[in-house]
């Protein structure tokens, strides 16, 4: 198969879909790939290193659309990247198409194939392409909350950990899976006084048992939701529905009752966030301010840390690549249950149930469509 991969173009995305050592595994495999210029060059892989890795170098992202047979990025394809796509071919990324019905739209006019990172299951129910991002994103946001906190940025100037004799800053975590178990451990990691909402029992019982006296557990009622929130210097949102648009838990009233100068983080908004007041913003311009609390809803947080987050990407996302490569899409989806799972859009289809309902298109089933 002939494997295309461009160089992100979102603003301030410095991840890259394959870093050369997955360039070689699928060269070793028998397959072709065309990396864009420059296209490593955030993660410090130059063009040189994808040449040794048997890659052919683009000068641009064209020639990359015009020739591949599958496309692999990191983020969703931009307009000027969505044109260039054609039907049947490829697109292996996260889409995160909830939220974004010009996306969808484009997508489903283009009749291409597209595979979303975010909706690939596994055996446990869980989404492992999503999880090593939800991990760097979660630990990037206390990282984050932190620095907005303080007084410069416009924060209430409150340092998270404290210091002996004063006590430390407040951090609400709504939400205890991936996201919020990696939040919860950087803000204890950090001497904060934690409180984790959830409603999952289970949920509850393992980050009780895993934070003991460290950090808080409570059971999220509309009660509790607004007591922490309205009390908490940081609020990170960490709430997730798979595919389909994250629960506005936070309420534009409640943000107007939290202490001026607090932060909330909305680690959801690729979905379109969890605050009322949320609205993603770009490394650029990571924060605003509504009702004196400061809002920093950056959607791709890991790509401030590119080179980490693309590897941790590349080691869940190429096993699933090799086998579309080897196998072509239609049988390696027909194998892999968990992998048909991430079909979002094809052929002009919307073939993931929440996104249909969600954007109200008619669902299409993916077996259907296999057959």
Known sequence: MFIGVPK????????????????????ANGHNVIVETYAGAGIGADDDAYIAAGAEIAETADEIFANA????????????ERAMLREGQILYTYLHLAPDPEQTKDLINSGAVCIAYETVTDRNGGLPLLKPMSQVAGRMSVQAGAAALEKAHGGRGVLLGGVPGVKPGKVVIIGGGVV????????VGLHADVTILDRNPEALEKLENHFEASAKVVYSTKAALEDEVCNADLVVGAVLIPGAAAPK??????????????????????????FETSKAT?????TYVVDDVVHYCVANMPGAVARTSTYALNNVTL???????????????????HLMNGLNVAFGQVTYKAVADDLG???KAPEDLLN
């Open 180 to 187: 919020g178990f990696n939040a919860a451990q950087m803000a």
């Open 249 to 274: 838990l936070v309420t534009r009233e409640l943000i107007s009752k939290m202490q001026p100068g607090a932060v909330v983080v909305d680690v959801a908004i690729d979905q379109g966030g969890c």
């Open 282 to 286: 770009t490394h650029a311009e990571p």
């Open 319 to 337: 096993p699933h690549a090799l086998a579309i490569a080897n196998n072509g899409w239609k049988k390696a989806l027909s194998d892999n249950r």
């Open 361 to 363: 298109y008619e669902f």
């Open 69 to 80: 047979e599958m496309i692999v990025k990191v983020k969703e394809p931009q307009a000027v």
């Open 8 to 27: 992100e173009i979102k603003n301030h995305e410095y991840r890259v879909g394959l870093t050369p050592e997955s360039v070689a595994e699928l060269i």
